[in-house]
């Protein structure tokens, strides 16, 4: 099962490495990594998309992950109400003949062209995984040239308790 976990860190040099080093030693499979400075300046949120076998690996790889040094919070969002988003840029073959096809198959994704040559086209979209997969497969008639996206980041809606509003919170 998919597990989307979020982690707020001191942004310090070797974190993420120590991180990704405790999930790739127990075999965790991880789909996607997105790190980014969060709201409280010299803190990171981390925002990890894991495959996971069982609810009980969840709890324990989330009691291992609260032991590390630099680790303010962790929280498994899977099953909360979430805003999760994931960017794409996907260059695809085109010629001037099939640019306004290209044009009315992403508008519908709220897609954009980014750049434009004149055998190819950059296309930049948001959203779920789902709607960014949609997309690429689409795309893949006309020959997509290269893919590059950046992962799902994600936290709660509203006022759910969060890494940065919870009791807890403390700078180490």
């Known amino acids: 099962m998919k597990r989307i976990i979020t982690l ?24 996607s990594i997105t790190v980014g400075h969060s709201e409280t300046e010299g803190l990171s949120r981390m925002t990890f ?12 790889i989330t009691k291992q992950l609260n032991k ?18 994931e960017l794409a840029l996907i260059k695809v073959s085109s010629s001037p003949s099939n640019r306004n096809e290209i044009y009315s198959l992403i ?10 040559s004149k055998d190819s086209l950059v296309i930049q979209v948001t959203g779920e995984s789902e709607k960014v997969e949609a997309l690429i497969d689409l795309l893949k008639p006309y020959g997509i ?12 809606r509203g006022n759910q308790k969060t890494a940065s509003n919870s009791k807890n919170f403390s700078i180490v």
């Open 145 to 156: 040239k290269e893919v590059a996206r950046t992962g799902t980041t994600a936290f709660t």
């Open 49 to 60: 998309v894991i495959h996971l076998d069982e609810e009980t690996v969840v709890e324990q």
């Open 68 to 85: 590390q040094i630099d680790v303010i919070k962790v929280m498994d969002i899977t099953n909360q109400a979430i805003v999760a988003r």
């Open 107 to 116: 508008d519908p994704f709220r897609a954009t062209i980014i750049d434009v």
């Open 8 to 31: 707020l860190v001191n942004n310090r040099a070797g974190v993420l490495n120590r991180i990704t080093g405790l999930l790739t030693k127990r075999h965790y499979n991880i789909e």
